[in-house]
């Protein structure tokens, strides 16, 4: 898994929400637009969306400013992947909990995808009896109509459409890819209108009353086209270089009604093919509404006004309400306005006063457009912050019952397989029963509102980040659900990543502009500070530490990977030329890094070799999510697609492909035994799905270096020499095994009593003695630690405390030696190896004087490997 995409989608989605507070209010800063799709009013693009978009636009036409405050309107690009497949699957169809199908090779689904549409609908609108609400995604996924009152799908269609509009005879005219298509849902029929029915630059279109004709809008003109034909009925003029987003034919199929920029609402009678009347307004693109018999109209824009269809004059006697509203709606009497603000609030306006009473029933969560209101006001919907489509009664509030996840990301299993444990992106940790779904548990960690926090399934350990002159850490033990430590680190000009070690719950490596710290979350002290590249040239670094604790993977130019006992670079993995992120395999043998378009190299990382070049599809700027199964056998990719994919690494093959979620994958985890994949998505539901496939062989190595110069090599201070040494003993593991065995003795133990006498006399008045003791004790190194402990707490005397203290520092601070280094890194070897030799010859060093280094190493690896076996 991707262990730094959590934090960064909690700080997406912070600065997503504050983006909207501004988009809503439609205060202070200059709003981007797009048009509703289905008809409904525009709709505000949220900050995180504009910047992709701008780039995508062509230049505006001359003089086009747009709503409000002099911006473009702009029509959002899809988000390109393939339609979902309308084939069925042979056999019967899985459902989920809900009663809703699953996708092909899914067990089960955890949260409901009722009312969910792609990453965020594109658009919103009711048909006219109110019975349906239709949908179209951002994604090319069709369009799909709800039972608004118990939010089920009743119909689907599979076609990238870019524009749509409901006919008062339940059809839906469509236009898809330059085609413009009736669809007819309860029949299931779709009737493709001739070829060159559209004209150029088609912006909104609007179905006659009488399903025979419908207007198209395009720059300066509109067209009336017959429905069955596709011919030319008429054209009428907009008025300048205007360039009309909303087209409303009055109910009685009298008037056609645009609105535009800088001039308010145009009307046409159709009788004649004339514009005969222009409401002006302040207010750039407005909405309105007709009422029942045409002959008047209500007009929301910097206020909402009624028009009487014969006349450029407010009504007599009505006084326009204080707000914004949208989407205004009359009652079939005409004696009510319907209209909702942009935060979602419902009020209904008395027609012929302008009197408003707000009804004060809409869903208990932040709402933004686009949205809808149904004819009669008898139901309103919206989307909610994480795209999800809300529906609900005015009168009373309530709509149908989903049972929503929030975003979910790093997924987990318990070491049994029978539990599944996720973060949100609210900071809490949920734990669900693997097999069903069913909800066991919700940690609310200890942390403030908005807090990021990052964490690891493995290590069940998290850390929140909280922002001042110096960020804090604040490490969390998830079982015990308390703070066990705070740390300060400095902010670079930059919120750190933060990736933890999955079998070392004490140690995180924290990624910054630059450099990379490695320290030991329990204590708080630094192990070491890694310096990978210029600051000024480098955003946050992106990359993972291994299982170990060894090694750490940071996203440079190209990919690096760097040894900590040294703090120096192993070596540059070429074929990932600018890395999006990294992930190690549980036993550390391997690599995965990826680029931002969706390569991935998985690497050996004993010889720094490539095992397998992967091409993914969907990657969206390095946004993935990658995991390993526990045998580090096959790999498993999530894109921004909502698509999952497995690969044999041995082989290359694909052995499974699971479509899909409807949003991008955040994070994916495979069960202990590796039959399971589970996947969680932005959609706010987890999938788990089933793997199966012939466990695949040993991957290859490849053959380096000499034997004698290889075992010299692993004492070098340069990890990228060491590197070389290691790839050779790696492809000749019993050979290593004796090597080392032959040439590496367990020390023999500095006596007891000498590191008691040396101890003592730190607490001599003789200076001279002291700085003896304190020289001997350095040379004694990890045996005298225990001993040297017990006297920087508990000693009477200040400036035994003292020296005490600073040995402590330095023999923790020190660069290894030689042969320490040399002991490491064979450690590493004879763990990677694995074999019952290796282990034995483990097991014998692990025997040597407590507190050597190698008996610590040696001892930390057998721990290792045994929970590898649980």
Not at 397 to 421: C, H, I
Not at 511 to 535: C, E, P, Q, W
């Amino acid at each position: 898994m991707t262990r730094w995409l959590a934090l960064g989608l909690v700080l997406i989605c912070g600065a997503a929400v504050q983006a909207q507070t501004a988009d809503l209010g439609f205060a202070n800063e200059p709003t981007m637009y797009r048009p509703n799709t289905l008809g409904g009013g525009l709709v505000p693009l949220r900050a995180f969306q504009v910047a992709a978009q701008v780039a995508a636009q062509p230049a505006p036409l001359p003089g086009l400013l747009g709503p409000p405050g002099g911006q473009p309107p702009v029509i959002q690009p899809r988000i390109h992947r393939s339609i979902r497949s309308a084939i069925v699957p042979i056999g019967p169809v899985k459902l989920d909990q809900y009663g809703d199908p699953l996708p092909p090779g899914a067990l089960t689904r955890y949260g409901s995808t009722r009312l969910r549409h792609g990453p965020e609908p594109l658009g919103l609108g009711f048909c006219h009896d109110g019975k349906m609400l239709g949908s179209i995604s951002q994604t090319e996924d069709g369009i799909r109509l709800w039972d608004p009152a118990t939010g089920k799908e009743l119909y689907r269609l599979n076609s990238p459409a870019m524009l749509a509009t409901f006919a008062r005879d339940g059809s839906l005219l469509v236009v898809d890819e330059n085609r413009c298509r009736v669809w007819i849902p309860a029949a299931n029929h779709i009737r493709d209108l001739p070829e060159k029915t559209l004209p150029e630059n088609l912006q909104v279109i609007a179905v006659h009353p009488d399903c025979r004709s419908f207007a198209a809008g395009t720059p300066q003109k509109i067209l009336q086209i017959d429905l069955q034909t596709g011919k030319l009925i008429r054209e009428l003029k907009c008025p300048g270089e205007q360039i009309p987003l909303r087209l409303v034919f009055s109910p009685d199929g009298r008037w056609l009604a645009g609105s535009g920029q800088k001039t308010g609402v145009w009307l046409w009678d159709l009788r004649t093919g004339k514009r005969v009347r222009t409401y002006h307004t302040d207010f750039d693109f407005p909405e309105y509404a007709f009422n029942s018999d045409g002959t008047r109209m209500a007009i929301a824009a910097e206020q909402l006004r009624i028009y009487p269809t014969d006349s450029e004059e407010v009504i007599e006697d009505y006084k326009a309400p204080a707000g914004v509203f949208q989407n205004p709606r009359f009652s079939g009497d005409g004696k009510l306005v319907f209209g909702i603000t942009p935060e979602g609030s419902f009020f209904q306006i008395n027609a012929n006063t302008g009197e408003a009473k707000d009804l004060g029933n809409s869903p208990d969560v932040t709402l933004r457009p686009p949205m809808a209101i149904a004819p009669e006001g008898a139901f309103a919907a919206a989307t909610d912050q994480g795209g999800a489509i809300r529906i609900w009664d005015p009168k009373t509030g309530k709509g149908p019952e989903v049972d929503r996840l929030p975003l979910l990301t790093d997924p987990g299993f318990s070491a049994d397989g029978k539990t599944l444990w996720c973060l949100a992106a609210d900071g809490r940790v949920h734990a669900f029963e693997a097999a069903t779904g069913k909800r066991i548990k919700v940690i609310d960690l200890p942390v403030d509102e908005d807090t990021p926090v990052s964490w690891e399934p493995m290590a069940r350990r998290a850390i929140a980040i909280n922002g001042g002159d110096e960020l804090e850490l604040q490490v969390i033990d998830v079982d015990t659900n308390r703070v066990i430590n705070k740390i300060n680190v400095p902010t670079n000009g930059a919120i750190p990543l933060v990736a933890f070690c999955a079998t070392d719950r004490s140690r995180a490596a924290v990624f910054g502009m630059g450099t990379v710290a490695v320290i030991n979350v329990t204590t708080g002290k630094l192990i070491r500070s890694l310096s990978v590249g210029k600051a000024d040239e480098m955003q946050t670094c992106r990359g993972a530490i291994s299982p170990d604790g060894r090694l750490v993977a940071v996203s440079t130019r190209p990919l690096s990977l760097w040894e900590v006992s040294t703090g120096k670079k192993r070596f540059d993995l070429d074929a990932v030329l600018n890395a999006a992120g990294a992930i190690f395999s549980p036993d550390g043998h391997y690599l995965a890094g990826w680029d931002a378009i969706g390569n991935i190299v998985v690497f050996d990382v004993r010889l720094g070799t490539i095992v397998r070049r992967i091409q993914t599809m969907g990657a969206d700027n390095g946004g993935m999510a990658v995991a390993f199964s526990a045998d580090a056998k096959w790999l498993a990719a999530g894109d921004q697609d909502g698509g999952v994919t497995v690969w044999d690494l041995a082989t290359g093959d694909v052995l499974g492909t699971f479509d899909r979620h409807d949003g991008f994958v955040t994070g994916l985890a495979f069960s202990p035994d590796g039959t399971k994949l589970a996947s969680t998505a932005q959609d706010g539901t987890v999938l788990v799905w089933e793997v199966t496939g012939k466990r695949p062989g040993k991957m290859s190595d490849i053959e380096v270096g000499g034997l004698d110069e290889a075992f010299r090599l692993l004492a070098s201070s340069e990890a990228s020499h060491a590197q070389r040494g290691m790839e050779f003993l790696y492809r000749r593991p019993m050979e290593t095994i004796k090597l080392c065995s032959e040439r590496i003795a367990v020390p023999t133990a500095t006596p007891a009593e000498k590191i008691a006498k040396v101890i003592a006399d730190l607490d001599s008045e003789d200076f001279p003695v002291r700085q003896v003791a304190v020289k001997e004790l350095e040379a004694i190194g990890g045996e005298a630690i225990p001993a040297l402990r017990n006297v920087a707490e508990k000693s009477s005397n200040p400036e035994a405390r003292k020296l005490a203290g600073e040995v402590i520092a330095r023999y923790e601070a020190a660069s290894l030696k030689n042969d320490d280094l040399r002991f490491v890194r064979a450690v590493e070897l004879l763990e990677n190896i694995g074999t019952p030799d290796a282990r034995a010859l483990l097991a014998k060093w692990a025997t040597g004087p407590a507190g050597h280094r190698m008996t610590n190493e040696s001892t930390a690896a057998i721990v290792r490997l045994k929970s590898r076996e649980k």
